[in-house]
């Protein structure tokens, strides 16, 4: 069974400039998160979907970040345009149940804004 | 808010040696707690997932304890090697959806 993947590993772009990371989730998983991770500080909650309803969006920071799930499948988060404060690590986790589930976490994409 | 605390920072122990990882966090009403491995530039591996009307988890030489009244859970690593250096997270899985909210992080090193 294929694990949660994403792409691009790794982008590096200017300021201004729009970047769009996908996340493929575990098959049959209907909860799909997205975490990330800025340098020094720990991993942060941005939002989750249930299918392609967003269930909780309250992490966030801003309106230049849109995330979309359409069919319920593979997700997008598009940063756009892009500030410096951007750059880290983005995570996409998937799970079975919400609540108590195990979430299971991609690779990771390695953000870094110029 | 919940706000989870990862003492030590940084742990170097020999191989062969028992050792404990800590996380604490502050607010109690959780689904769960998730313990974690990461390797340098790689993703997030679970260890273990305690569920919260559980008090431990075993696999292999790890096992997991939650102790919600105190706001604790454990990681006791058996006989370490070096392949278990990375570093360990804890993640608590809220009410609110189960969003995790993470500690900082114990980098972990065994050395040979």
């Known amino acids: 069974e294929a694990g949660v993947t994403q792409f691009p590993s790794h982008s590096v772009i ?18 799909l998160y997205w975490y990330r991770r800025v340098m020094g500080k720990e991993i942060k909650f941005l939002l989750h979907f249930v299918k392609e309803s967003k269930q909780d969006e ?7 970040f849109l995330a979309e799930r359409t069919g319920g499948t593979y997700s ?5 345009p892009a ?4 750059s880290g690590v983005y995570f996409c986790a998937s799970s079975q149940e919400f609540g108590s589930d195990e979430q299971f976490f991609g690779p990771g994409t390695r953000l870094t804004v110029l | 808010k919940q706000e989870v605390t990862q003492i030590p920072a940084a742990l170097s122990v020999p191989e062969g040696e028992n050792l ?9 009403a959780i689904y769960n707690l998730q313990w974690f491995r990461q390797d340098p530039g790689k993703g997030l591996t679970s260890l273990l997932l305690i569920q919260s009307s559980q008090r431990e ?7 997991a304890s939650l102790d919600k009244s105190s706001g604790r859970s454990t990681l006791y690593i058996a006989a370490s090697q070096p392949g278990d250096s990375a570093t360990y997270l804890c993640a608590a899985g809220g009410t609110s959806y189960g969003k995790l909210t ?5 980098i972990l090193t065994v050395h040979p």
């Open chain 1, 14 to 31: 200017e300021k201004g400039q729009t970047v769009t990371l996908r996340c493929d989730p575990i098959s049959g998983h209907d909860n």
């Open chain 1, 83 to 86: 500030e410096l404060e951007d």
């Open chain 2, 57 to 63: 988890q075993t696999s292999g030489r790890l096992n």
């Open chain 2, 102 to 106: 993470f500690g900082q992080g114990t």
């Open chain 1, 76 to 80: 997008t988060l598009k940063v756009q």
């Open chain 1, 58 to 64: 309250s992490g966030m920071p801003n309106n230049r």
């Open chain 2, 20 to 28: 404990v990882l800590n996380c604490s966090f502050t607010d109690s």
